[in-house]
C-alpha cells in the first residue's frame, strides 16, 4: 500500500497549509499524522483522521475521504515549519505504512 | 510522564547483529502495543516492527522480515528489536513508539522515543 504525498508546501505567516495523503481507497482506512522537526522525533499531531491529541493547537486539522487525506494547518506560524508524515496500517498484510513525506516551509 | 528511552545503537560490520532496547515508564505497558519505526540520513519514516501488549502478535516489514525479531519483557517494561545478517541499507536512526492501543493495527503512535542511530559499515 502506498501514500504519496507533495514532497514540499510553501505557506505565508498567517495563511493555510494544506498537506495531501494520497492512497487508493484511504477513506476506508484511519489516517494519522506525524510532526517532525529537524533533529527531533516525531510527534503524533492527528489520529483517526480527524482527532487532535491533548497538547496539539486547535490550528491542526484532518480530514479523510475517498483516496485523500487532508491535513489543515490554519493560521500557519513559524513554528509549523516541519516535515509531516501520513500513516495507515495496511490490514492486508499487517503493516504500517508511512507516506513520502512533506516538508512545509514558512515563508 | 510517559518516557521511552533507546539504548543498543553501535556500529556493526555487514552480517553481523545488534540489540535494541526500549525502556518505558509513565503507563501501563502491557496495555500497550510497541513499535519500531527507522529512518536512514535524511530519508523518510520506515515502519519496521510491532508487537501486540501480551506480547502474542508480532509484525514486519518486508524489508527485515526473516532478519529482525520484536519481543517485549512486560515484566521489565522494555521493548526489543534482535537485528541480524545486517546490511548497509539498515543503516538508520530507529525510533521506538507506543501504540494508542493493545492491538498493533489500530491508532497512531505516541509518543516516540528520541531515537538511537544504528550504522551499518565495513
Known amino acids: 500500500y502506498v501514500l504519496t504525498q507533495p514532497p514540499s508546501v510553501s505557506v505565508a505567516p498567517g495563511k493555510t497549509a494544506r498537506i495531501t495523503c494520497g492512497g487508493n481507497n484511504i477513506g476506508s482506512k484511519s489516517v494519522h499524522w506525524y510532526q517532525q522537526k529537524p533533529g527531533q522525533a516525531p510527534i503524533l499531531v492527528i489520529s483517526y483522521d480527524s482527532d487532535r491529541p491533548s497538547g496539539v493547537p486547535e490550528r491542526f486539522s484532518g480530514s479523510n475521504s475517498g483516496n485523500t487525506a487532508t491535513l489543515t494547518i490554519s493560521r500557519v506560524e513559524a513554528g509549523d515549519e516541519a516535515d509531516y508524515f501520513c500513516?495507515?496500517?495496511?490490514?492486508?498484510?499487517?503493516?504500517?505504512?508511512f507516506g513520502t513525506g512533506t516538508k512545509v516551509t514558512v515563508l | 510522564e510517559v518516557r521511552l528511552l533507546e539504548s543498543g545503537g553501535d556500529l556493526v560490520q555487514p552480517g553481523g547483529s545488534l540489540r535494541l532496547s526500549c525502556a518505558a515508564s509513565g503507563f501501563n505497558f502491557v496495555y500497550y502495543a510497541m513499535n519500531w519505526v527507522r529512518q536512514a540520513p535524511g530519508k523518510g519514516l520506515e515502519w519496521v516492527s510491532a508487537?501486540?501488549?501480551?506480547?502474542?502478535?508480532?509484525y514486519y516489514a518486508d524489508s527485515v522480515k526473516g532478519r529482525f525479531t520484536i519481543s517485549r519483557d512486560n515484566s521489565k517494561n522494555t521493548l526489543y528489536l534482535q537485528m541480524n545478517s545486517l546490511r548497509a541499507e539498515d543503516t538508520a536512526i530507529y525510533y521506538c513508539?507506543?501504540?494508542?492501543?493493545?492491538?498493533?493495527?489500530?491508532?497512531?503512535?505516541?509518543?516516540w522515543g528520541q531515537g538511537i542511530l544504528v550504522t551499518v559499515s565495513s
Open positions: 513508539a507506543k501504540g494508542q492501543l493493545a492491538t498493533v493495527t489500530s491508532g497512531g503512535l505516541d509518543p
Open positions: 508487537i501486540s501488549g501480551s506480547g502474542d502478535g508480532t
Open positions: 500513516q495507515v496500517w495496511d490490514t492486508t498484510y499487517d503493516h504500517g505504512v
